[in-house]
């Protein structure tokens, strides 16, 4: 299947923040940790002609398309893209090169497009398709969201809805899809749509949006294990981060954000020094806004490598001074 354009969010903002410091370097090595149509890591590799990116993408589509364009572009030499879930790549660079570290890493945890439009994955309501939504499309070791749907408890449900969807319709819906799959599995994206809208109250079903997101995005969180993949990979490319390296990664809902503001800021109180680069989280521009209205709810946050902690003590350097006379 080809693999649709993709519009990169906050692209620009991205490519800047991780070249400022990296110029003056003979050879820059950056690393994608969500490939997809390969906006960043492209836009990055185009940046300077001594840069170098690893990108990973467990998507067979995701693949299959970047290698193309790779080779089309003229990159293969310096553009390494690789089939893996992101938190197997830590681990892949310490076997593979253990003394290999990056200038820049960046991580879009964004769904691609591709997903959303193309209707036989199962991410979308948009389309009657079978109840997928799994990345790695080719790994049937994953359950899918019919799995979880049909075959959890009502507990279980009720966690994933209320936890990864914050879904305030949860026990209703939980209660409903129980009922109906007694009868005969719910296998379909539109069978589990109407399942939800029917929970809602009329006043709230045809609104601006689809009352069945919330859960979508809970089912699609829970089968690919997002939120315990980026808890787990932050620390692992933290460590893979250059001296004035930085991780940037960017969020589309409150659960991811909050993850990596709470992971940033325990590395800034770690032994090891880093800093945050931006206090509050860079949001998409007002131009970007008009050209991409799914970046609204976008969140850019970077962290960086530096060689030692600033003191806290504004005293400090008189302190050292004082000592040296």
Do not use: W
Request: one cysteine or more; a negative charge; proline letters at 3%.
């Amino acid at each position: 299947m080809a693999y649709k354009k993709h519009y990169s969010v906050l692209n620009k903002e991205v490519v800047d923040i991780l070249m400022e410091d990296s110029e003056q370097l003979q050879n820059i090595k950056f690393a994608d940790m969500t490939f997809g149509a390969g906006g960043h890591t492209f836009a990055l590799a185009e940046s300077a002609k001594n840069v170098s990116v690893y990108s990973v993408d467990q998507d067979p589509d995701a693949l299959k398309n970047g290698k193309e364009n790779i080779n089309e572009l003229g990159l293969s030499e310096r553009v390494f893209l690789h089939d893996m879930n992101f938190e197997q790549f830590p681990e892949f660079i310490r076997s593979s090169d253990s003394e290999m570290k990056f200038n820049g890493i960046v991580a879009d945890l964004g769904v691609s497009s591709h997903h959303f439009d193309e209707g036989d994955r199962g991410f979308s309501f948009r389309f009657d398709a079978p109840l997928d939504m799994r990345m790695d499309v080719d790994n049937d070791e994953l359950e899918t969201a019919a799995d979880i749907v049909n075959n959890y408890s009502k507990e279980d449900l009720e966690k994933i809805f209320f936890t990864y969807g914050e879904e305030k319709f949860t026990h209703r819906i939980v209660k409903s899809i129980l009922e109906h799959r007694e009868s005969a599995p719910i296998e379909t994206t539109k069978q589990l749509e109407k399942i939800i809208i029917d929970c809602y109250p009329k006043k709230l079903q045809f609104g601006k949006i689809n009352p069945a997101t919330k859960c979508f995005q809970a089912l699609r969180i829970k089968v690919n294990k997002e939120l315990d993949v980026l808890e787990n990979v932050i620390p692992g490319l933290l460590e893979l981060l250059e001296i004035n390296g930085r991780l940037a990664i960017i969020t589309f809902h409150s659960l991811e954000d909050r993850i990596v503001k709470n992971l940033f800021k325990d590395a800034v109180q770690s032994d090891v020094p880093y800093e945050l680069y931006n206090k509050k989280p860079i949001l998409p521009s007002h131009g970007e806004l008009e050209e991409n209205p799914r970046s609204r709810s976008a969140k850019l946050r970077v962290i960086t490598k530096i060689n030692e902690k600033k003191s806290k003590n504004k005293y400090a350097q008189f302190s050292k001074i004082g000592e040296n006379r």
